[in-house]
């Protein structure tokens, strides 16, 4: 059974248009991440909340954004989107707090985003 | 600073043949742990292992193993025997106080039948 789910698999927008990924949990994690990942290279962290404290990578874009709602929903939000930001989009969850605990993390299948 | 090195860009070997991944890191904490992951071509990043800096004890699970060596700063993996399903990029990955998770750059293993 799908542990960390992200929908959709495959996500094409334009070029400036706002879109939204989403990304859901079954195993009440408290801490979730959002990577970035580009072709052949290694993930990348944009950021993360534990519980409802978000924490933003000092490199990560403005462009990018989060929510998240409660425990089980976390979406990562572009709001203008460039061709710059084609990517996998990795979300993963684990159960401690990345400053005490670092806790095993358990990726999503990710999210292709093309950007025309 | 704290960084992952995985000098073998891609690898390429026949089936049943046995295949060593390196992964050299650098931290200058005295506590941290050392990770391996999968990344199949369908994407998700699987979860392999997850070792300490105070277990040096290696590892063996089925046909995959783990020497973790500290003089050394090196956390290699090798799978025995190996197969077609093993083709994937593996990622090896640090976590200390200092820092989040850092991923090294990944190994690109291609398993020929």
């Known amino acids: 059974d799908a542990m960390v789910i992200q929908n959709p698999r495959y996500q094409v927008t334009q070029f400036g248009k706002p879109v939204t990924l989403s990304c859901s949990q079954t195993?009440?994690?408290?801490?979730m991440y959002w990577y970035q990942q580009k072709s052949s290279q290694a993930p990348k962290l944009l950021f993360h909340?534990?519980?409802?404290?978000?924490?933003n990578e000092a490199d990560t874009p403005d462009n990018f954004q989060s929510r998240r709602p409660n425990t089980s929903f976390c979406f990562l939000d572009t709001r203008s989107p460039g061709l710059g930001d084609a990517a996998m989009y990795l979300c993963?969850?684990?159960?401690?707090?990345?400053?005490?605990?670092?806790?095993?993390?358990?990726f999503g299948p990710g999210t292709r985003l093309t950007v025309l | 600073a704290q960084k992952v090195t995985q000098a073998q860009t891609e690898i390429s070997v026949v089936e049943k043949e046995d295949v060593t991944l390196d992964c050299v890191y650098e931290?200058?904490?005295?506590?941290?742990?050392l990770f391996w992951y999968k990344q199949p071509p369908s994407g998700e990043l699987v979860f392999l292992i997850r070792?300490?800096?105070?277990?040096?004890q290696n590892e063996i699970s089925g046909r995959y193993s783990w020497n973790f060596q500290k003089s050394t700063s090196s956390f290699n993996f090798t799978i025995t025997a190996s197969q077609v399903v093993d083709s994937a990029v593996y990622f090896c990955?640090?976590?200390?106080?200092?820092?989040?998770?850092?991923f090294g750059s990944g190994t690109r293993l291609s398993i020929r039948p």
């Open positions: 993963a969850t684990s159960g401690g707090s990345l400053a005490v605990n670092p806790d095993t993390q358990y």
């Open positions: 195993l009440n994690h408290n801490v």
């Open positions: 909340y534990y519980d409802k404290d978000f924490n």
């Open positions: 931290t200058r904490d005295t506590t941290y742990y």
């Open positions: 070792r300490n800096s105070f277990d040096e």
């Open positions: 990955a640090l976590y200390s106080s200092a820092s989040k998770i850092i």
